[in-house]
């Protein structure tokens, strides 16, 4: 935690860690049994850190966040804020509707977290209007600032795109969308300081594409179990290395999205099955999330040591 976590602030931090790595996701660390595994954690964010993220998002989408109680989720972002020890911002993932969302804004708050994600809110379609008060909801309950997140049954108009970005604690937004069109109108929208960052799937595969629109930060699961590959690429992209962003492409990314889509929840059991092949203690997935087979482990096994092979590391 930097002590001050005015939204001006945590802002400014966030920009300047967007342009200095990616944003790194860490995995949330269990037991065989299931249960919470506090020193897997710790040891898994402080290898995290060690990569130079430009912030990190414990409890989230890849941290299993839906799988989380209240005291659980407060153990892992208390770990976060201890192992970041304000070298770079903590933003703590936070859902479900607006009363939960703030129970769980509450307890980030208490363990020193920077600032929220808030994942799209369970089950229900909803219109502009309720997107918008949910957001304002939350953000009305809470001190810390505050970056909505586009994503499945959530898709933010123009329109209530200016309105959540007069709350003065909403400070940016992580589109999960991947619609270009959608997103320039967005960005064009936005006041001039509004953060944006690709959250896609595997967000490597479009982080070009997301940049002609004025997008370049993405979020990266792949750092969360090959740094030196999330590494590589993000360097390569930066400094528009065309040949070294390809190869990763094709022969890194590529294959792993082609696996990744074959059953669902694989977006975060392959990257936990990743991590733990190159010997982290993050244990399994929770249900409703399924370990790959053996089958997919095996492929995962051949493309990981290929990928970090392309990086000059090895598994």
């Known amino acids: 935690m930097s002590g001050d ?3 001006r ?6 920009r300047e860690g967007m342009a200095r790595g990616v944003l790194s996701f860490p995995l949330t660390a269990f037991h065989d049994d299931g249960t919470l595994d506090p020193d897997g954690c710790r040891a898994h964010l402080a290898a995290r850190l060690a990569a ?6 414990p409890a989230c989408g890849t941290g299993e966040f839906f799988s989380l109680d209240e005291e659980e989720y407060r153990q892992v972002v208390t770990i976060a804020v201890e192992e970041a020890r304000g070298r770079v911002p903590v933003v703590a993932g936070t859902g479900y509707g607006w009363a939960q969302a703030a129970r769980f804004a509450r307890i980030a708050e208490e363990a020193g977290a920077d600032a929220l994600l808030v994942l799209p809110h369970y089950l229900v379609a909803a219109p502009q209007e309720g997107l918008a008060v949910q957001l304002e909801q939350l953000a009305a309950r809470t001190r810390l600032p505050v970056v909505a997140y586009q994503r499945g049954q959530v898709a933010y108009t123009a329109a209530t795109l200016r309105r959540i970005a007069r709350v ?3 400070i940016g937004l992580k589109d999960g969308h991947s ?3 959608r997103l320039q109108r967005l960005t064009l929208a936005a006041p001039e300081d509004f953060l944006f960052f690709n959250g896609a799937a595997t967000a490597e595969m479009q982080a070009r594409a997301y940049a002609t629109v004025g997008v370049p930060a993405y979020s990266s699961a792949v750092h969360a179990f090959a740094p030196e ?5 993000f360097a390569a ?4 290395d065309h040949a070294t962003t390809g190869r990763l492409l094709r022969d890194f990314y590529v294959p792993l999205v082609e696996l990744r889509d074959r059953v669902p929840g694989y977006p975060v059991s392959l990257v936990k099955a990743a991590a733990r092949l190159r010997g982290e203690r993050v244990g399994p997935v929770r249900a409703p999330l399924t370990d790959p087979a053996p089958a997919d482990l095996a492929e995962l096994r051949t493309l990981l040591a290929a990928g970090l092979a392309l990086v000059g590391a090895s598994l």
Do not use: K
Not at 9 to 14: E, G, I, P, S
Not at 52 to 57: R, S, T
């Open 229 to 233: 590959i999330a590494g590589a690429f």
């Open 237 to 240: 992209l930066r400094d528009e």
């Open 9 to 14: 602030h945590v802002a400014r931090r966030l």
């Open 5 to 7: 976590r005015s939204p």
């Open 179 to 181: 619609d270009l069109d």
């Open 52 to 57: 130079g993220p430009g912030a990190v998002f």
């Open 168 to 170: 003065p604690n909403v």
